[in-house]
């Protein structure tokens, strides 16, 4: 078992998000020492704190909670995650034990928040877990509240006059969550057990997802990452129309597998 992830100062870099220092340092700013009323199925340092793939697959069925400076509370739950392990996993940031500004908050405390942009304009929300350098993408959600503030959201990064958004398209997808829940860079190297403005939940009256209704599959986006790639990391919800991409085969094999058949 790695050791445990040491915790560092934020640290951003505004080169990096193309903002001044000052409207950087603004955006960041919530109150750290206020009192915060947190919901008593707040999911702690414990839950985090497990191997990546157990933790890609606890994480289904968990509910994202994001609460905006007007008080607005945005809320979905998790439908689709993906595992980097780390190490020896080439598809991952910190393959190799790399340690760069971009990638600290996967080699800090399990539950620590990891925001990365993608395509220069995109970002995606990953949690880290036990091992270093292991953390999980969180890939999609079911919007359950604020789906309005989410339209809206989603909408001011769309082009004018584009089509409105079905329900089930507004968080399918990495970026695409980000958006809808105005997660920003300055969440990245935040800890999802203590912090005031997101959170994770486990709703009391849900029973755990059963082992049949999780499918795994193959990451997508990454293939240049040739067997990497390949490794069935990705974890979603069977049949759930939030999951961004079904991989059909992914799901025949798994169900084969639960009925005891090769076939």
């Not at 994202?64 to 439908?79: H, K, M, W």
């Not at 040739?226 to 991989?247: D, I, M, Q, T």
């Amino acid at each position: 078992m790695a050791g445990r992830k040491r915790k560092t100062a934020l640290g951003l870099n505004p080169t990096d998000l193309k903002v001044s220092p000052a409207k950087l340092n603004k955006q960041c700013e919530y109150p750290q020492s206020a009192e915060t009323e947190l919901c008593q199925h707040r999911l702690k340092e414990d839950f985090f704190n497990q191997p990546c793939i157990s933790l890609a697959k606890a994480l289904l069925g968990k509910e994202l909670v994001r609460r905006c400076a007007d008080g607005t509370e945005l809320r979905g739950r998790i439908v689709e995650t993906e595992a980097y392990l780390g190490g020896e996993d080439k598809a991952s940031h910190s393959a190799g034990g790399k340690r760069t500004q971009r990638n600290a908050a996967m080699f800090m405390e399990p539950g620590t928040i990891y925001v990365y942009p993608i395509y220069g304009i995109y970002l995606c929300m990953n949690v880290s877990s036990e091992g270093e350098g292991a953390a999980v993408l969180l890939r999609s959600l079911e919007p359950l509240r604020g789906q309005r503030a989410m339209r809206e959201l989603r909408a001011a990064r769309r082009k004018a006059g584009a089509r409105q958004l079905k329900e089930k398209e507004l968080c399918n997808g990495p970026s695409k969550l980000c958006q809808a829940l105005n997660i920003s860079r300055c969440f990245d190297r935040r800890d999802l057990a203590s912090d005031p403005d997101v959170w994770l939940e486990r709703e009391p009256s849900a029973t755990p997802p059963e082992p049949r209704d999780i499918v795994s599959a193959p990451s997508v986006g990454i293939e240049s990452h040739g067997e990497w790639a390949k490794k069935p990391w990705r974890f979603y919800l069977r049949g759930h129309p939030c999951v961004s991409v079904a991989n059909r085969e992914a799901e025949r094999r798994s169900g084969n597998a639960m009925n005891g058949s090769d076939a």
